[in-house]
């Protein structure tokens, strides 16, 4: 163990105990025993942009046996959004030089197909990458782009003086249908355009070609993905994730209405909505390994204001998942409908087969200093706002190493695993 490691900053917070949850899921029969599971953030971890960090491959060498096979259970949780979970599987695979499949795979916006009530509302989808394609592998059935709402309402994106120069036709299409909700999966292209039109829907609440004669509010539906404010890339100075976006729409909704901007759902790290949906992940990829009864999972990240907090969050609700029922778990840490993850765990059994409890009693935060975060540079506090006030202490990792080889030497030994 290198002299990064620090030891459990929270030492003394665990509670012990055993319970038995009530939310239960089908999957295979299992028969052999592995206490601990892996969840790997990417950006800053494993990569900076498009270089793999030196010491990933050797790593992962550490999880698999002779013929690539996985011997820990792992699953890679980013809140990048522009990406399929099997285009994600595919790049992984390279980067590693191992086999990962799209089932250890959960994207920013992965937790979006369980929220299967919005499915068939016509949504306005903004982010990068095969968007369309997204939406409906995610179980989204009628689905704008900002490009379809420009184009139906050409005078509504007014920023680009030339762009507004060549347009030759200025007229509305009326029967365009009513926007029900807005959904976004990550930072887009040409915010300018962006953060116009979605606040255009939620003034008009959804209905660009009628007037209001009041502002609307509550407004339509906000599905967000992704709260990074920043991400790591190949530039050594952290480059604006979607967070920035995000921070951008809610200044400009409160100062344009009076009023703040309500998230139906807040999805990506550090919610733990998204943790639930990756402990979920990764007991299902162990039960496929033929391993049953995981206690603990390790959340590897370079990012102490999504990562880290988030894998804290989570700790805490399942150490109070273990104590109370799971209402009064929601109300006492959700604290925002945005974040409530009962609501989220309520529809979940509808999605998945056969039964298997759910047994995951801790998860224990490693904090990288490959990316965001590095003891040489010091960032303010910058969580999201639905998050806020954080408690110092959840910020805080139970263990802080150099790099993903030193995380995964520092789990192999803890769990006694050679």
Not at 191 to 210: A, V
Request: net charge negative; hydrophobic share 40%.
């Amino acid at each position: 163990m290198s002299k990064f490691v620090s030891s459990c900053i929270r030492s003394g917070y665990f509670v012990e105990g055993s319970y038995n949850f009530l939310v239960t899921r089908k999957f295979s029969a299992v028969k052999n025993s592995m206490p601990f599971g892996l969840l790997f953030d990417i950006d800053g971890v494993i990569v900076r942009g498009r270089q793999v960090l030196p010491t990933a491959i050797e790593a992962f060498r550490n999880l698999v046996d002779k013929t690539g096979k996985f011997k820990v259970p792992t699953v890679f949780v980013t809140n990048a959004g522009n990406n399929l979970r099997s285009q994600k599987a595919k790049q992984l695979s390279e980067w590693l030089n191992i086999k990962i499949t799209e089932d250890q795979v959960v994207m920013g916006h992965s937790p979006l197909r369980m929220f299967s009530q919005y499915h068939n509302h016509h949504v306005l989808v903004c982010g990068q990458g095969p968007i369309l394609d997204i939406a409906e592998n995610l179980g989204f059935t009628k689905v704008s782009t900002i490009d379809s709402i420009r184009t139906a309402f050409p005078s509504l994106d007014a920023v680009d003086c030339q762009r507004r120069a060549s347009l030759t036709n200025l007229s509305w299409d009326s029967s365009f249908p009513p926007i029900e909700g807005v959904v976004l999966f990550g930072e887009p292209v040409a915010w300018e355009s962006h953060l116009q039109l979605i606040l255009d829907i939620l003034l008009s609440h959804g209905r660009l070609s009628d007037p209001v004669k009041e502002i609307p509010y509550p407004h339509l539906p906000i599905l967000a993905c992704n709260m990074d404010l920043l991400w790591m890339a190949e530039a050594w100075l952290p480059r604006f994730g979607h967070g920035a976006f995000l921070l951008c729409l809610e200044e400009l909704y409160k100062k344009t209405t009076g009023r703040e901007l309500i998230y139906t759902a807040l999805i990506g790290k550090p919610s733990e909505i998204t943790y639930y949906h990756a402990e979920t992940t990764v007991q299902r990829y162990a039960a496929s390994m033929g391993i049953s009864n995981l206690k603990r999972i390790y959340m590897v990240g370079d990012n102490a204001n999504t990562d880290i907090f988030g894998a804290n969050l989570y700790d805490r609700y399942l150490k109070n998942r273990r104590l109370r029922a799971p209402r009064a778990i929601a109300n006492q840490i959700s604290g925002s409908l945005s974040r409530d993850v009962e609501a989220f765990v309520a529809g979940i059994d509808q999605a998945v087969n056969g039964t298997v409890d759910i047994g995951v009693e801790e998860c224990l935060s490693i904090l990288v200093e490959t990316g965001v975060h590095s003891s040489d540079q010091t960032f303010a506090e910058h969580s999201p706002r639905d998050f806020l006030p954080v408690e110092e202490g959840l910020r805080q990792p139970t263990y802080c190493v150099a790099n993903i080889l030193e995380a995964v030497q520092l789990v192999l030994e803890r769990e006694s695993v050679s």
